[in-house]
T-cell receptor, first 115, second 115 residues
Framework: AQSVAQPEDQVNVAEGNPLTVKCTYS??????LFWYVQYPNRGLQFLLK??????LVKGSYGFEAEFNKSQTSFHLKKPSALVSDSALYFC?????????????FGTGTRLQVFP | EAQVTQNPRYLITVTGKKLTVTCSQN?????MSWYRQDPGLGLRQIYY???????DKGDVPEGYKVSRKEKRNFPLILESPSPNQTSLYFC??????????????FGEGSRLTVL
């Protein structure tokens, strides 16, 4: 089955430290991968995507993600965390079949950055 | 300003009382979709539409209806709401050139409580 997994419900990190939010996927064919962020009482906002090309993708707010085909992972990273990065982060993968073309989202990881 | 607008943002209703959550986008997007967000389950797709007059079921369509009579609007209809439809609902849209490879733009969400 095609799916995406976020193994951590919550990640805690001190401000100024590097952060990583993990995502693994399972799809047939070449994966199209996305990261979204949700701030309290808001809709999801697009951060970055991987379609093809360089394995390191840069996105909004200083975030980047590394695509690793052998490990089927697409971890979100930031070199130096800010308190304002505290939010809910969702990984998503595009799923395509003869009758569908859609994004499947992971269950989300809550990032808490402490001052 | 490019946006996806949902109404109402908050609604408390009773079992069996039909309701409609409206969604409108001003970006001339072809693709529109409805998701529900529940704790521990992430976002699950209810229905989606690749273009006008074309709608398809997502992963959790039971108890919901949609229509796409014009490009900008994609209302979600609950004919006979039940308590298990208490959730946070998001509408999203995308350009969808060559499939869902572009970013999804999300509305602010509609929190529905069914008593």
């Amino acid at each position: 089955a095609q799916s995406v997994a976020q193994p951590e419900d919550q990640v805690n990190v001190a401000e100024g430290n590097p952060l990583t939010v993990k995502c693994t996927y399972s799809v047939s064919g070449n994966p199209y991968l996305f990261w979204y962020v949700q701030y309290p009482n808001r809709g999801l906002q697009f951060l970055l995507k991987y379609i093809t090309g360089d394995n390191l993708v840069k996105g909004s707010y200083g975030f980047e993600a590394e695509f690793n085909k052998s490990q089927t992972s697409f971890h979100l990273k930031k070199p130096s965390a800010l308190v304002s990065d505290s939010a809910l982060y969702f990984c998503a993968v595009r799923v395509v079949s003869y009758n569908t073309d859609k994004l499947i989202f992971g269950t989300g990881t809550r990032l808490q950055v402490f001052p | 300003e490019a946006q996806v607008t949902q109404n109402p943002r908050y609604l408390i209703t009773v079992t069996g009382k039909k309701l409609t959550v409206t969604c409108s986008q001003n970006m001339n997007h072809e693709y529109m979709s409805w998701y529900r967000q529940d704790p521990g389950l992430g976002l699950r797709q209810i229905y989606y539409s690749m273009n006008v007059e074309v709608t398809d079921k997502g992963d959790v369509p039971e108890g919901y209806k949609v229509s796409r009579k014009e490009k900008r609007n994609f209302p979600l209809i609950l004919e006979s709401p039940s308590p298990n439809q208490t959730s946070l609902y998001f509408c999203a849209s995308s350009l969808s050139e060559g499939g869902v490879t572009g970013e999804l733009f999300f509305g602010e969400g509609s929190r529905l409580t069914v008593l």
